[in-house]
C-alpha cells in the first residue's frame, strides 16, 4: 500500500519570504500522480498543484512550485513571497494511475505566515 | 457555476440514530468519492463510485453505505451512527481518469 509523509506538523514564515513543506512517499507503481491540496480555516479543499510521475520537469503554478525527486520519492512544496491568504494546512497526497485512483494523503502541514 | 454541493454543512445527532449526507455535481462527473478527516489522520477515503450502479469500498468503509441511483448524486448514509463516526465529511469528483478531484465545500459531523 502506498503511503504519505509529511514530517512537519508546522510551518511558520515571515510574510514575502520563501517557505518549503516537505512530503516523501512510498510506493511500488511507476504511473501516479502527486498533488498538494491546501485547506483554509473555511475547511475547502483547494487544489495548489498538480505534478504527474513521468513528467521530469517540476511543475509550476504562478508562487508555487514543487521540487520532484522521483529516484527519492520526494515532493515538496516551495511558496515564494508567501502572503498572509497561504495561511492553511496544506495536504500532500499520492494518487494510483491504475485502479480507483484513491487519494492517499498526508498528515498535513499547517503553515503560519508571520507579518 | 460548476460544483460540488454537500448538505448538511454542520450535523450534529445522537448514537444510532440514521442520517444521510448528500453530494450532488452538475458536472456530469461519472466518478465520485467520499473521504473522512480526521486529525493527525489525514484524509482517508470511505467509498468511491466508478459510475452509476457501480461502487465499491475504500479504506474505512466500516459503518457507512452509499448509493449512486443516478451520476450526480451520491449519498452516504450512516445507518446507526456511533461516537467514533464524528469527523469532517468530503464529497469529491472528478470528470476524467488522471484529472484532479473537486471537492465539496465538507460536512462536520458531531455524534453524541
Known amino acids: 500500500a502506498q503511503t504519505v509523509t509529511q514530517s512537519q506538523p508546522e510551518m511558520s514564515v515571515q510574510e514575502a519570504e520563501t517557505v518549503t513543506l516537505s512530503c516523501t512517499y512510498d510506493?511500488?507503481?511507476?504511473?501516479?500522480?502527486l498533488f498538494w491540496y491546501k485547506q483554509p480555516p473555511s475547511r475547502q479543499m483547494i487544489l495548489v498543484i498538480r505534478?504527474?510521475?513521468?513528467?521530469?520537469q517540476n511543475a509550476t503554478e504562478n508562487r508555487f512550485s514543487v521540487n520532484f525527486q522521483k529516484a527519492a520519492k520526494s515532493f515538496s512544496l516551495k511558496i515564494s513571497d508567501s502572503q498572509l491568504g497561504d495561511a492553511a494546512m496544506y495536504f500532500c497526497?499520492?494518487?494510483?494511475?491504475?485502479?480507483?485512483?484513491?487519494?492517499?494523503f498526508g498528515t498535513g502541514t499547517r503553515l503560519t505566515i508571520i507579518p | 457555476e460548476a460544483q460540488v454541493t454537500q448538505n448538511p454543512r454542520y450535523l450534529i445527532t445522537v448514537t444510532g440514530k440514521k442520517l444521510t449526507v448528500t453530494c450532488s455535481q452538475n458536472?456530469?462527473?461519472?466518478?465520485m468519492s467520499w473521504y473522512r478527516q480526521d486529525p493527525g489522520l489525514g484524509l482517508r477515503q470511505i467509498y468511491y463510485?466508478?459510475?452509476?450502479?457501480?461502487?465499491d469500498k475504500g479504506d474505512v468503509p466500516e459503518g457507512y453505505k452509499v448509493s449512486r441511483k443516478e451520476k450526480r448524486n451520491f449519498p452516504l448514509i450512516l445507518e446507526s451512527p456511533s461516537p467514533n463516526q464524528t469527523s469532517l465529511y468530503f464529497c469529491?469528483?472528478?470528470?476524467?481518469?488522471?484529472?484532479?478531484?473537486?471537492f465539496g465545500n465538507g460536512t462536520r459531523l458531531t455524534v453524541t
Open positions: 505534478q504527474e510521475a513521468y513528467k521530469q
Open positions: 463510485s466508478m459510475n452509476v450502479e457501480v461502487t
Open positions: 510506493t511500488s507503481e511507476s504511473d501516479y500522480y
Open positions: 497526497a499520492y494518487r494510483s494511475g491504475f485502479g480507483n485512483e484513491k487519494l492517499t
Open positions: 469529491a469528483s472528478r470528470p476524467t481518469r488522471g484529472s484532479p478531484l473537486h
Open positions: 458536472m456530469n462527473h461519472e466518478y
